[in-house]
């Protein structure tokens, strides 16, 4: 493979993860929230990420992975609700193609993000990213996760339109649905499902439009994020590459819960070693 990969184009695909919880409205069996967080709080995740795709000239399969552990720092919380926060993984491991991928040069560097507490990133800044990496742009949209403006019941929807951050002009429609309760991390949990579709560049044709599912589960007594699951079609990538499609699982990191792995995070990172 001729391509050149940079971790940086990894970490554009794992999970940018908000630290925040969430403050909770329940009526009769309604619910609503809204993100937020306190100067100093501090959360841990680990992310766990599956790209596979075709060499551009179809020459080959293309298969990354990727680990990680971030810590999650809130910086600051503006009077409007909007939190400042940094994300620096501590722990980083990527594969490609079964072979493992050489930690950047310098060591990683702290991922500034703006976020609103209607769950939406208003901004992300990686000191360490190309520039004209357009896959960093996309992270804005993936992983928005927009809390409801009114109180929703289980199995209510909703709608919510952000910008596209590829496009100038263009929005996204993002639907949301509240799912359920389930069990998650030995805490009691509500599940939200969210799909959404947008194009990556004008006149975008099929392979080129971004198609979005994924789900995540809120802590059912403090609505602080306890998982987060997606898949991906067509995401933008730091290099051409054709048929692409990206899953990853978070998990908060939980003091004697998985403090060290999550069985089915390792499934998904798993390669076998490639031939020498």
Request: with cysteine; hydrophobic share 40%; glycine share 6%.
């Amino acid at each position: 493979m001729k391509t050149t990969w940079r971790r940086a184009g990894a970490a554009a695909l794992t999970a940018t993860l908000l630290c925040c919880g969430a403050v909770s409205a329940m009526a009769q069996d309604t619910y609503s929230w809204v993100w937020t967080q306190k100067a100093g709080d501090i959360a841990k995740f680990r992310t766990y990420v599956r790209i596979t795709a075709r060499q551009a000239d179809n020459s080959g399969d293309i298969v990354i992975t990727t680990r990680s552990e971030s810590r999650h720092d809130t910086k600051a919380v503006a009077e409007d609700g909007t939190i400042t926060y940094e994300q620096l993984d501590e722990k980083a491991e990527a594969i490609l193609n079964g072979a493992p991928i050489p930690p950047a040069a310098g060591g990683p560097k702290p991922v500034t993000i703006t976020l609103g507490k209607n769950g939406v990133m208003a901004k992300r800044v990686n000191p360490a990213a190309d520039p004209f990496d357009r896959s960093q742009k996309s992270i804005i949209a993936l992983m928005a996760m927009p809390a409801p403006t009114k109180p929703v019941a289980m199995g209510e929807s909703w709608k919510t339109d952000i910008p596209n951050p590829l496009m100038k002009g263009k929005i996204i429609t993002i639907t949301s649905t509240l799912v359920g309760k389930d069990k998650v991390l030995g805490k009691d949990a509500i599940r939200v499902k969210q799909e959404s579709s947008f194009p990556s560049v004008f006149g975008a044709d099929e392979n080129e439009t971004v198609v979005v599912k994924g789900e995540y589960w809120l802590d059912a007594k403090d609505y602080s994020l306890l998982k987060m699951a997606y898949n991906v079609k067509n995401p933008v990538l730091p290099f051409p590459a054709a048929k692409i499609e990206s899953t990853g699982l978070v998990h908060r990191i939980v003091a004697g819960v998985n403090d060290k792995e999550d069985a089915d995070g390792e499934k998904l990172y798993f390669q076998p070693k490639a031939d020498k």
